[in-house]
């Protein structure tokens, strides 16, 4: 069974900076794509960040690019999210998601590329 926990999220001011994690059990961690998603209320859950098996490959949402990085450390079975010069609009649920699927070691951009998921964790930004 997929486990995926987030931790890592919390509040932060404004052009602040944050730093979520995301550890994965029962699946092949080093060979699935991973991805990071978020849902402010209200609001459809949207791709924040995206990364193929190894860490060649990635993508960004624009409204982030610049700001946050994704990586992974498949020693440790963990994927990042560094959030950096934070805004109020990026308070949202963050949550971490493993591919399935055919290419499942490709990035993808889609949440219905992404079979697994995580329970989620609060980032909220103060202005």
């Known amino acids: 069974q997929v486990q995926l926990v987030e931790s890592g999220g919390g509040l932060a001011q404004a052009g602040g900076s944050r730093r979520l994690s995301c550890a994965a059990s029962?699946?092949?961690?080093?060979?699935?794509?991973m991805g990071w998603f978020r849902q402010a209320p209200g609001k459809e859950r949207e791709l924040v960040a995206a990364?193929?098996?190894?860490?060649?490959?990635?993508v960004y949402a624009d409204s982030v690019k610049g700001r946050f990085t994704i990586s992974r450390d498949n020693a440790k079975n963990t994927v990042y999210l560094q959030m950096n010069s934070l805004k109020p609009e990026d308070t949202a649920v963050y949550y971490c998601?493993?591919?399935?699927?055919?290419?499942?070691?490709?990035?993808?951009?889609?949440?219905?590329?992404?079979?697994?998921w995580g329970q989620g964790t609060q980032v909220t930004v103060s202005s």
């Open positions: 990364i193929n098996w190894n860490g060649g490959s990635t």
């Open positions: 029962g699946l092949t961690f080093k060979t699935a794509a």
């Open positions: 998601a493993a591919r399935t699927g055919s290419n499942y070691y490709n990035t993808a951009t889609k949440s219905a590329d992404f079979g697994s």
